[in-house]
């Protein structure tokens, strides 16, 4: 089992920056890519980013160029760094957690977080 918890979310205006981060425990050494998805009211939970544990990255069209993710292999974290935030990017941020394959399909991730609200005012 591997277990996610997320942190770092919070209020924020449009224009700001925030950090989020996920802290996995567990059998960390099975997972093959972690990634970021969030889900605002109403709306099917959307991929962002993922990346492998060699280091690949992917993103949605919607996040590239203001979202980063990155790790700490030492830490067990995933960072998601979140610049010209928009308040459509208002949802719960998810951590999610995939033992094999690669891609955006949140029906292939096998562990996820509980989540963390990100609010953005305009």
């Not at 889900?39 to 492998?52: D, M, N, V």
């Not at 993710?69 to 999610?96: F, G, H, W």
Request: aromatic share 12%.
């Amino acid at each position: 089992q591997v277990q996610l918890v997320e942190s770092g979310g919070g209020l924020v205006q449009a224009g700001g920056s925030l950090r989020l981060s996920c802290a996995a425990s567990g059998r960390t050494f099975s997972i093959y890519a972690m990634g970021w998805f969030r889900q605002a009211p109403g709306k099917e939970r959307e991929f962002l980013t993922a990346i492998s544990w060699i280091g690949d990255t992917l993103y949605a069209d919607s996040v590239k160029g203001r979202f980063t993710i990155s790790r700490d292999n030492v830490k067990n974290t995933v960072y998601l760094q979140m610049n010209r935030l928009k308040p459509e990017d208002t949802a719960v941020y998810y951590c999610a957690a995939r033992l094999s394959g690669w891609g955006h399909n949140r029906v292939e991730y096998d562990y996820w977080g509980q989540g963390t609200q990100v609010t953005v005012s305009s």
